[in-house]
């Protein structure tokens, strides 16, 4: 089975740039989620699709973020403008389906790593 | 005060010692209990899952959970240097992960 693919694995932008990320989920998998990393934390959740409708994006930054999973597959998040302090690790995850109890857990990709100067 | 708190380390260990690491939490809706391992530049990976109280066991990892205590942790048996990298914690009550910071652990060989 694989597993879930982003893109890039790497970006260093300036301050006030967009910048774009991309998933794809294990196939299958219902739920996805958006989690920002800062080094030496743990990861914080952004955003999580149900197929192609939000869950939970009580953490996004409407201002400058934005996230969309059009068909219920793939799905991509975007940064604009950036700011500094958004230069984190950017994960993306996969689950069968949300909730509690099995099918319920959470695959991640590798993460996009993003810095912004 | 934080809904999961986990010791940040580091905890270095020689090849061979038993590991211990530890969640706490505060939240008493939580009843699924997870703990990931995360390499230096990689996505977190699964390791346990588990419901409400008690022990788990898989190989060498033992996930143990006392929901009266709000207390979790992850034993480590026969640690190898293989397993140096960031634990971390994660817990869920309805349907939102929320993480630990993770604790860094090197095996020395």
């Known amino acids: 089975e694989a597993g879930v693919a982003q893109s890039p694995r790497y970006k260093i932008i300036e301050k006030r740039q967009s910048v774009a990320f991309w998933c794809n989920p294990i196939?299958?998998?219902?739920?996805l989620y958006w989690y920002q990393q800062i080094l030496g934390q743990g990861p914080k959740l952004l955003i999580q699709f149900q197929n192609n409708g939000v869950v939970d994006d009580s953490q996004l930054p409407k201002d400058r973020f934005s996230a969309e999973r059009l068909k219920g597959v793939d799905s991509t998040l975007k940064i604009q403008p950036a700011k500094l302090e958004d230069s984190a690790v950017y994960l993306c995850?996969?689950?069968?389906?949300?909730?509690?109890?099995?099918?319920?857990?959470?695959?991640f990709g590798q993460g996009t790593r993003l810095t912004v100067v | 005060q934080k809904e999961v708190e986990q010791d940040p380390g580091p905890l270095s260990v020689p090849e061979g010692a038993i590991v211990s690491l530890n969640c706490t939490y505060s939240?008493?809706?939580?009843?699924?209990f997870m703990w990931y391992r995360q390499y230096s530049r990689k996505g977190p990976e699964l390791l346990m899952y588990t419901y409400s109280s008690g022990n788990k066991e898989d190989g060498r990892f033992t996930a143990q959970v006392d929901k009266s205590s709000k207390y979790i942790s992850l034993f480590i048996r026969d640690s190898q240097p293989s397993d140096s990298a960031t634990y971390l914690c994660a817990m869920t009550g309805t349907y939102k992960y929320i993480f630990g910071t993770g604790t860094r652990l090197k095996v020395l060989a």
């Open positions: 196939s299958g998998h219902a739920t």
């Open positions: 995850a996969s689950s069968r389906q949300y909730g509690q109890g099995e099918n319920t857990e959470a695959f």
């Open positions: 939240n008493s809706a939580f009843q699924y």
